[in-house]
């Protein structure tokens, strides 16, 4: 089996939605007038630097930071300021254009995609040795049948689901700590589930960490 190809299109498919993800949600913020604090894509040295934007070498993963008054920032300029449709499209800006990317090269397969992804990553990581392995497995065997668009259109769907629901997450835990800051009482309760939900997400991290080791072990000892 060709692992190079699978390599190869799993690489250009990541970089090329990693950066689409970012510039949907900076030209966003462009449209809306909302100031950018900090636009990092990539992790490691910076390759490119242009005012708040920053490049580095390894694409691998990207953290907008915009303007809120929470922050002490002006209201001219902050998202929280804005109707609640433009902070809603702003947070959710990168799943839909992943959603449009992957129903312009799948068309109707992508509901498929989007369904699974919200469910697969998390059922198939309680069983790094098997289900995880399957899953991993049928991606390679997809990857080398079908040419890069497809790749790039079931990646993007996946991707859509998964950027959701970290949205969700990540939004809950910012409300959960402005409450608590307001009432005070609340904050062992609110401190205890966001812990619950940071926990979760490092587990599920670790398991699939697990699952790929193994998975990459027996592509390289046991072919």
């Known amino acids: 089996m060709d692992y190079w190809a699978v390599l ?9 939605l990693l950066f689409l993800r ?17 636009a990092l894509i990539g992790a490691g ?7 708040k934007l920053r490049i580095c070498l390894l694409p691998i993963s990207f953290k907008i930071r915009v303007w809120h008054t929470q922050e002490g920032y002006s209201a001219d300029y902050a998202l ?12 959710f800006a990168d799943v839909l ?3 449009l990317v992957s129903f312009a090269l799948l068309q109707g397969a992508a509901f498929a995609a989007l369904e699974s992804g919200l469910y697969q990553p998390f059922l198939a990581a309680w069983s790094p040795l098997t289900d995880a392995q399957a899953l991993m497995q049928t991606y390679v065997v997809f990857a080398i049948a079908e040419p ?9 769907a996946k991707l859509a689901a998964l950027a959701a629901i970290s949205n969700v997450l990540t939004d809950l835990i910012i409300k959960l700590d402005r409450f ?30 697990m699952a790929l080791v193994v998975f990459i072990y027996k592509l390289v000892f046991q072919a």
């Open 8 to 16: 190869e299109k799993t690489l250009i498919t990541w970089v090329v």
């Open 22 to 38: 970012a510039l949907v949600i900076l030209l966003c913020a462009w449209l809306f007038n909302i100031r950018v604090a900090e």
């Open 45 to 51: 040295p910076t390759v490119l630097s242009f005012r």
């Open 80 to 91: 929280d300021s804005r109707p609640l449709w433009q902070q809603l499209l702003l947070r």
């Open 97 to 99: 254009a992943l959603l």
């Open 148 to 156: 890069l668009t497809a790749v790039v259109g079931l990646v993007a």
């Open 180 to 209: 608590s800051e307001k009432r005070p009482a609340w904050r062992p309760a609110s401190e205890k589930v966001m812990l619950s939900i940071w926990l979760s997400v490092r587990l599920l991290l670790l398991l699939w960490g």
